[in-house]
């Protein structure tokens, strides 16, 4: 599953990993916190906690197009 994998790609800060498992265009929500690109989204990651996992997911031809928590 692609959302496990990408949570498990940044808990271990295998930024290569997760920039493939993610949609150019994601968009990440977690509280008053929303990110939209990929690029931007592994410039938010590097440097703060891993992300909580997801409460809702989607998913787009096998990479992660959305992250809400």
Do not use: I, N, Y
Request: charged share 35%.
């Amino acid at each position: 599953m692609p959302a496990a994998a990408a949570w498990d790609a940044a808990d271990s800060q295998d930024w290569p990993r997760l920039r493939d498992l993610l949609d150019p265009h994601v968009r990440f929500t977690d509280a008053d916190v929303s990110v939209r690109g990929r690029r931007r989204l592994l410039e938010h990651l590097r440097g703060r906690p891993t992300p909580r996992p997801p409460r809702r997911v989607a998913v787009r031809d096998g990479r992660l197009l959305g992250w809400e928590r």
